[in-house]
């Protein structure tokens, strides 16, 4: 026997008929206000996605732009954003260790623990170039309903002269932002 969906305002209630593989009738009460759903705590709200396909050698040993970020804006000021970060790596140092660090920033704000960033550890002996992936996540809290931008900069940090690159051999970076309701 088919169940049925019940839609209620407190007041009023619409049915809809369902397939019997739901089992028996479900109610679904909503708010008789003008508003949002609110939906459950720890649920995601949105979710943003911004990519880079360029390669970015970055020779400095001050943090530079990757070219890598992405805009959202929060729901809630109790929302946190969830940032997952992907590029692409490679690092070379001739003659000496290559080596470089990444780090992530909300707008100006350095959001990661270290006061030098996050080591991409591309660790080799010298002449070699190190390719590797470079994964980041971080939970930022951010008490905000204003546009946030998250970017990722790096810098060269090994012994001698030498580059990281972000978007090694051009391939898709990622950075994606996912609102968690608070």
Known sequence: MPGVIKISDGSNTVGLTVPSSLGSDKTITIPNATGTLNLQSGSVLQTVLGTHSTNEQITNTSFEDTNLDATITPSSTSSKILVLVNHSTLSWAPGAIPWGYIQLLRGSTVLTNRSL??????????????????????????????????????????????????????????????????
Do not use: C, R, W
């Open 117 to 182: 960033g996050m080591k991409a550890y591309l660790h080799g002996d010298g002449n070699n170039y190190v390719a590797a992936p470079f994964q980041m996540t971080f939970l930022d809290a951010p008490s905000s309903t204003s546009a946030l931008t998250y970017k990722t900069q790096a810098k060269f940090a090994g012994s001698g002269s030498g580059q990281i690159e972000v978007g090694y051999q051009n391939l898709m970076q990622h950075i994606i932002l996912m609102e968690i309701g608070g």
